[in-house]
């Protein structure tokens, strides 16, 4: 159980252009879920948290303009890259907290395969 | 503001030996949870052991186990035989509440 799917794998894009990834929890309620960008050999830095039906919140220097979020329904949130430029290539991982299921962990944090995004 | 430490970037280890990764972090939280994932090439994180703050047990998962010292604020994995799969970037994180910040990470290298 706790399975998240994130679509596309890989991405490539002309700059100027808008690209949206997705993010499904498949066998689970996601009350809560996380957005973040990994630089080669680093950790990960978390770009925003989306609660369903409520706006984002986005750590500080994040442009909430530029990279959009929408947490639809309690399994799908999307993050869209509007107008992309090359310094937005970077690799982009969900997460998603569990909600009520019961049996699972509330605090524990499952991980999509995550999205290259290549900016030509 | 919770930190979370890793003080080794990289760390060796011969096939079927045991190896001890390092975590520290800093709170003033009393409950809370402490995690260790797992990045291997592929780059999907996977969720290798969890401990709540609360429980003096420490975690174990097959050849996975925690050292959790919750006064000292330190939470050490321990990986037995380990195995050439066990290669890969090992993250330390905690959570409390909203709040759920990840350690810098060891590159953990497995030699046959």
């Known amino acids: 159980g706790a399975v998240v799917s994130q679509h596309p794998s890989r991405v490539i894009c002309k700059s100027g252009t808008s690209v949206k990834i997705e993010c499904r929890s498949l066998?689970?309620?996601?009350?809560?879920m996380f957005w973040y960008r990994q630089f080669p050999k680093k950790s990960l830095m978390l770009m925003a948290t989306?609660?369903?039906?409520?706006?984002?919140?986005?750590e500080q220097g994040v442009e909430k303009d530029k990279f959009l979020i929408n947490h639809a329904s309690l399994t799908l949130s999307t993050l869209t890259v509007t107008s992309a430029h090359p310094e937005d290539s970077s690799f982009y991982i969900c997460?998603?907290?569990?909600?009520?299921?019961?049996?699972?962990?509330?605090?524990?944090?499952?991980f999509g395969p995550g999205t290259r995004l290549t900016v030509l | 503001a919770q930190t979370v430490t890793q003080s080794q970037p990289e760390m060796s280890v011969q096939e079927a030996e045991t190896v001890t990764l390092s975590c520290t972090y800093d709170?003033?939280?009393?409950?809370?949870?402490l995690f260790w994932y797992k990045q291997p090439p592929s780059r999907q994180m996977i969720l290798v052991i969890r401990?709540?703050?609360?429980?003096?047990q420490n975690a174990t998962e097959n050849r996975f186990s925690v050292n959790f010292q919750k006064a000292a604020k330190s939470f050490s994995l321990k990986i037995s035989d380990s195995q050439l799969g066990d290669a890969a970037m090992y993250f330390c994180?905690?959570?409390?509440?909203?709040?759920?910040?990840f350690g810098p990470g060891t590159r953990l290298s497995v030699l046959p």
């Open positions: 997460s998603a907290r569990v909600g009520s299921k019961t049996g699972t962990s509330r605090d524990t944090q499952y």
């Open positions: 066998d689970f309620q996601a009350t809560t």
């Open positions: 989306s609660n369903e039906g409520s706006k984002a919140t986005y």
């Open positions: 709170t003033s939280e009393s409950d809370y949870y």
């Open positions: 401990q709540e703050a609360y429980k003096q």
């Open positions: 994180a905690y959570s409390y509440g909203q709040n759920f910040v």
